[in-house]
């Protein structure tokens, strides 16, 4: 099973992230500029674009290496998922954006304190390890919470909810189209007793 840039996509456009070419387009790689067309002038809006990008790559590598323990071991294709999602999320709710960067750089800097290593470069299990130790798994999602709270809303709430809102995610699990919800014809083809039965 492989999740893939269309598969966050698509849970962007059910966050109302993605409407029409223009946003799926900017959530793509840019251009490179061309001499003369005005798309890189030092202006404040190229500034605001780059600001905190280190401390952005920085937090996507810990969210791609949290992923890898979340998400069931069948599934393929962390990276250009998460990465996708992130981009889009930056973009629609730079707000939120800014909580789940804060809550991922602190986690790798706990993991540089008690494992003197990146939390991307510790082995799965020991990831798996430092999040319980930390709590997040008994934690209440709180954005304004203490740090095991926050991780809990700003990473792990929110990897599972991409996750298993994208057509991949959801097919895992059966709820890739709702009852009561449009899909394909197979959807259509099986009665409400489909859904009691799982």
């Known amino acids: 099973m492989r999740l893939s840039r269309r598969d966050a996509l698509a849970v962007l456009a059910g966050l ?21 067309d005005g798309a890189t002038d030092g202006s404040e809006a190229d500034a605001e674009d780059t600001e905190g990008t280190e401390d952005a790559e920085a937090a996507r590598s810990v969210l791609v290496a949290a992923a890898e323990v979340l ?39 706990v993991a540089r304190d008690w494992h003197d290593a990146e939390f991307e470069a510790l082995a799965p299990e020991t990831r798996d390890y430092l999040l319980r130790d930390l709590g997040v798994d008994v934690a209440d999602p709180d954005p304004d919470g203490n740090l095991s709270d926050r991780l809990r809303f700003f990473v ?43």
């Open 16 to 36: 109302g992230a993605v409407g029409g070419g223009v946003t799926v387009g900017a959530l793509g790689t840019r251009d490179p500029p061309v001499a003369g």
């Open 71 to 109: 998400y069931p071991s069948a599934v393929e294709g962390h990276r250009e998922f998460v990465e996708t999602y992130v981009a889009g999320r930056r973009r629609t709710d730079p707000d939120h954006h800014a909580g789940v960067v804060a809550a991922a750089n602190e986690l790798d800097a």
């Open 156 to 198: 792990v709430n929110d990897l599972l909810y991409a996750f298993y809102t994208s057509p991949t995610g959801g097919r895992l699990v059966g709820t890739e189209n709702p009852t009561g919800y449009p899909g394909g014809l197979e959807s259509y083809q099986r009665g409400p007793e489909a859904s009691e039965d799982g």
